[in-house]
């Protein structure tokens, strides 16, 4: 017996629903009336400790048991259809998880098989993925004698093996070393844009969401605190622009008046810069000209956005001064 | 990046469900054989059928050459045969005492003797080599996946609880098969091949068959204990002692009750024989006459030497009363029961029962555990 493959009937429904869950362990309550919608893309999961990130993956994954609410996969109850849901999703658990005895291509084959991939496809695929996630022949060693890092990719490598539609993954760059975490990231960044999957990073580290995510969920003491667009959040409210420049900052303002373009200067920790109106976005082309008359060099150009730890931060205590 | 790297691609195959015990099984099966001890343990139980081989041989041997009709009357129960200790007795006791005048056939004979020493063979080292062979292997299975937090890797996959189990279940019916099952069918090949016909295989095709569903009768209330009792540890190594534990202090204690049983009916003996010879010389005829309407006095044959092996082979024909305490001999009952050669009911009952119970009892233990995780 077989069963479609998810990119054979792309179904109208939500990659995620999840609609007031809610889950206690004896009287503290882990996730209060939880709601949130996850769009394609890739979502930031954060919050501090014991926000109820875990359980709120487990939930998804139906390994938990809820006092209230319901979730939505693609449109199907991982309650209800466990093995419906489970073949659409990938997951990296953030605990070390592994079969001591196999080797990283056999953990990730094994993998393969258990989503019900054929036996030399399996393999096939499993190198395949392993090559591209770097893997080199470090996959040959037993998976409990690898490296964090090495673990990491295998455990990340297992997850996506069957080319799930929604990838959840919990703490991914947890030991991966600066040059392992860029290039982690850009993965999720090619399988969101290029092939059109979802992804889910539950993390800690604000710098790995405010780079690659396109929204942000924020759980604080079991409740969905803040949720929204990344760039919604981050805006300042006014259309601005932010203008580093080599050279006369005062002649490039002037240049920027002469071509239409309102700027002020505004100095900042790391330097003088200045902030381009951008009321009319349609006069920011404008700018590069205004730059060569003025004689200046446009270093960076790009929208004023409040830090993603600010934001965070502002979210949390809000949080905090509502909890009853 | 390496020359090959194709980069990411989608995969548009069609997926197989219902396939992931069997590829539980397969793996578990390919981790457990790259033990050189398992491997070592494995290939040594099947050294005991050397033994048996050659009591097969002898007895075709003994059928061709003629031998088997002048034997026939010096055999008596309990005796051996030609020195060659508990085989001897084992096909003694299948000759001796048939009701027909003429004895029965040799098919007839064929049979029997060879039903005995596939029982034989499957309980006396067969059992015991599984006790060990299993408890090297299934302590393991369930408590280091529990251990290495493996079942994430099961249960974020298609995967259900009970394909999780019954993949687990199949690792150690396959290592029961390899020791138990199959040196016992190549016993029952051997035989045909050195039979003077194959025509045989008419006579003892049941065998194979009897074969088959001893070794899962075996395998069933086995396995599922060793499961159970891996689930309920994440340290292997106390499965495996509470394994081995329960083998030995089952053992122990069916010994020992079944020893106070027999001192117990030797001190009535004493005292019985003790009354009569005061009276009466020890005389059967004499005995009647002096108390009419009693009881004759029954005398109990002396405990015999390597009494279980006798047990084991199906040749004690006397009732076991604590088999159902001890797994190894209540197993003991159940295969003598499929290979026909015990039929009293009263006898293999409780010893059913208690692996029933015993099996249900780990079954439900083993479901719990596994699927205890993603019930929080």
């Known amino acids: ?324 | 990046m390496p020359l090959h790297d194709v980069g990411y691609r989608p995969w548009r195959g069609r997926v197989a469900t219902g396939s992931a015990a069997g590829v539980i099984a397969l793996t578990g099966i390919k981790l457990a054989w790259k033990s050189r001890w398992l491997r070592r343990a494995v290939l040594f139980a099947w050294t005991p059928g050397i033994v048996f081989a050659f009591a097969f041989f002898a007895f075709e041997q003994a059928v061709e050459d003629g031998l088997l009709g002048p034997m026939r009357p010096r055999l008596r129960l309990d005796q051996a045969i030609d020195n060659i200790g508990a085989l001897g007795t084992v096909i003694a006791n299948a000759l001796a005492g048939r009701p027909s005048a003429n004895g029965p056939t040799t098919d007839e004979l064929r049979h029997i003797v060879w039903s005995r020493l596939l029982l034989a063979f499957m309980r006396a080292p067969q059992a015991l080599l599984l006790a060990i062979v299993v408890g090297l292997v299934a302590p393991a299975l369930v408590s280091r996946d529990l251990r290495a937090k493996a079942w994430l890797v099961y249960f974020t996959r298609p995967v259900r609880e009970i394909d999780y189990i019954v993949g687990k279940l199949v690792v150690l019916a396959m290592l029961v098969a390899a020791i138990t099952m199959l040196p016992a069918l190549a016993l029952w090949v051997l035989g045909v091949l050195v039979s003077p016909s194959l025509q045989v295989v008419l006579t003892t095709w049941d065998l194979p068959l009897r074969i088959v569903i001893s070794a899962l009768t075996l395998a069933l209330p086995t396995v599922l204990m060793a499961l159970a009792y891996s689930s309920l540890t994440l340290e292997s190594r106390i499965a495996s002692f509470a394994w081995f534990a329960t083998w030995g202090a089952c053992w122990v204690a069916h010994g020992a009750l079944t020893t106070a049983d027999m001192m117990a009916a030797e001190a009535v003996d004493r005292v019985e024989a003790s009354a009569y010879s005061t009276a009466m010389p020890l005389d059967d005829d004499l005995e009647q006459r002096s108390f009419p309407g009693r009881a004759p006095l029954r005398r109990r044959p002396p405990p015999e030497p390597l009494q279980w092996l006798r047990r084991a082979g199906g040749t004690d024909a006397r009732p076991d009363r604590w088999a159902w305490l001890s797994p190894y001999h209540a197993l003991g009952v159940v295969q003598a029961a499929v290979f026909g050669i015990e039929r009293r009911p009263d006898v293999i009952i409780p010893p059913v029962l208690s692996l029933s119970v015993l099996s249900l009892v780990a079954g439900a233990v083993l479901v719990n555990r596994v699927g205890a995780p993603a019930r929080v």
Not at chain 1, 36 to 46: A, K, N, P
Not at chain 1, 196 to 207: A, Q
Request: net charge neutral.
């Open chain 1, 1 to 324: 017996m077989s069963v479609p493959r998810a990119g054979d009937n792309p179904t109208p429904f939500p990659p995620l629903v999840v609609d007031g869950l809610v889950k206690r362990y004896g009287s503290r309550t882990v996730l209060d009336s939880v709601s949130l919608e996850v769009r394609q893309g890739i979502t930031g999961l954060v919050g501090p400790n014991g926000a109820g990130k875990s359980t709120l993956v487990r939930a998804i994954l139906g390994l938990v048991r809820l006092e209230a609410g319901r979730v939505r996969v693609f449109g199907r109850d991982p309650y209800r259809e466990p093995h419906t849901v489970r073949q659409r999703l990938g997951v990296v658990p953030e605990d070390e998880c592994s079969i001591p005895g196999l080797s990283g291509v056999e953990m990730v084959c094994y993998a393969a098989r258990l989503s019900g991939l054929p036996g030399t496809e399996a393999l096939r695929r499993a190198h395949e993925v392993l090559d591209w996630c770097d893997a080199g022949q470090e996959r040959y060693r037993p998976v409990e004698t690898l490296s964090v890092g090495m673990k990491q990719k295998v455990s990340f490598a297992a997850a996506i093996v069957h080319d799930p539609d929604l990838v959840i993954l919990d703490e991914p760059t947890n030991g991966l070393d600066p040059i392992e975490r860029r290039a982690m990231l850009g993965r999720l960044v090619t399988l969101t844009r290029r092939h059109g999957k979802t992804v889910i990073v539950s993390t800690h580290v604000l710098p790995d969401v405010e780079s690659i995510c396109d929204d942000i969920v924020v759980l604080s003491q079991g409740r969905v605190c803040l949720t929204g667009a990344i760039a919604d959040l981050t805006g300042t409210g006014r259309p601005e622009y932010r203008l580093v420049a080599d050279g006369d900052q005062e002649a490039l303002v002037a240049s920027l008046a002469r071509h239409g373009l309102v700027a002020r200067t505004a100095d900042e920790p790391t330097g003088l810069e200045l902030r381009v109106d951008a009321t009319r976005p349609e006069r920011l082309g404008a700018v590069w000209a205004a730059a060569r008359d003025a004689a200046t060099r446009v270093r960076q150009f790009e929208p004023v956005r409040r830090p993603l730890e600010e934001v965070f931060v502002a979210a949390l205590r809000e949080a905090d001064h509502a909890a009853p």
